[in-house]
């Protein structure tokens, strides 16, 4: 079984300022890692992801995530927020044994203020 | 957007009544998944299927049944409904390729009173 940890639940920052929301993952096999956002209100996008290759990867809203197989992290870090930035973020892992069914994290609240 | 659409968008149940929720997709994906969303727990997966009539339970499966009898729909029943399954539940789509990425419907709210 594989399991997410992210180890903030909420992360204040002031606009124009960087951001790591940080992801540990547990898992026995190897595994496909992802970035979600969900905005108030409305269902999950897919942010980013590693499937293979490149182990950072990057989105096209300027943020990044580094896989990082010995550290077991999927870190998500973005150089200069803004407000339109403030969602909920969750990390999630996959594997091909469950369907590649989507396992959550309990997601990290990024509030961005002036 | 991804042609992914859950009915009813709000539902409120009493205690002990039966509820189906629907998912429908039009992007003829192979895979479909429901999932619950809880404050401090994230998204939860309850069941999943990988094609018609094949299906496979999740993390939190007890109280939840589903059906998937043609590829575009796929129904979460709660038998009997709980306090406890009050929530926002979501339906997603994943096609065969693991690159397609998964794809979420806009949610149900269900409150069990």
């Known amino acids: 079984a594989q399991s997410v940890t992210q180890l903030d639940s909420q992360v204040p920052v002031f606009e124009e300022a960087p951001v790591e929301l940080r992801c540990n993952y547990s898992?026995?096999?190897?595994?496909?890692l992802f970035w979600y956002v969900q905005y108030p209100n409305q269902g999950l996008q897919l942010l980013l992801k590693?499937?293979?290759?490149?182990?950072l990867v990057e989105s096209i809203n300027g943020f990044e995530a580094e896989f990082n197989k010995s550290q077991t992290s999927f870190h998500l870090r973005k150089p200069s927020v803004h407000i339109s930035d403030t969602a909920e973020y969750f990390c999630?892992?996959?594997?091909?044994?469950?369907?590649?069914?989507?396992?959550f994290g309990k997601g990290t609240s990024l509030l961005v203020t002036p | 957007d991804a042609g992914i659409t859950q009915s009813p968008r709000h539902k409120v149940t009493e205690t002990g009544t039966p509820v189906t929720l629907r998912c429908h997709q039009t992007?003829?994906?192979?895979?479909m998944y429901w999932y619950r969303q809880d404050p401090g727990h994230g998204l939860r997966l309850i069941h999943y299927?990988?094609?018609?009539?094949?299906?496979d339970k999740g993390e939190v499966s007890d109280g939840y049944s589903v059906s998937r009898s043609k590829t575009e729909d796929f129904l979460l029943t709660l038998e009997s409904a709980t306090s406890s399954q009050t929530s926002v539940y979501f339906c997603?789509?994943?096609?065969?390729?693991?690159?397609?990425?998964?794809?979420f419907g806009q949610g149900t709210r269900l409150t069990v009173v």
């Open positions: 992007e003829n994906h192979r895979y």
């Open positions: 997603a789509i994943s096609g065969q390729n693991l690159n397609t990425e998964a794809f």
């Open positions: 898992s026995s096999v190897s595994v496909y």
């Open positions: 299927s990988y094609g018609v009539k094949d299906t």
């Open positions: 590693y499937l293979s290759g490149s182990t």
């Open positions: 999630a892992v996959s594997h091909s044994n469950s369907g590649y069914a989507l396992n």
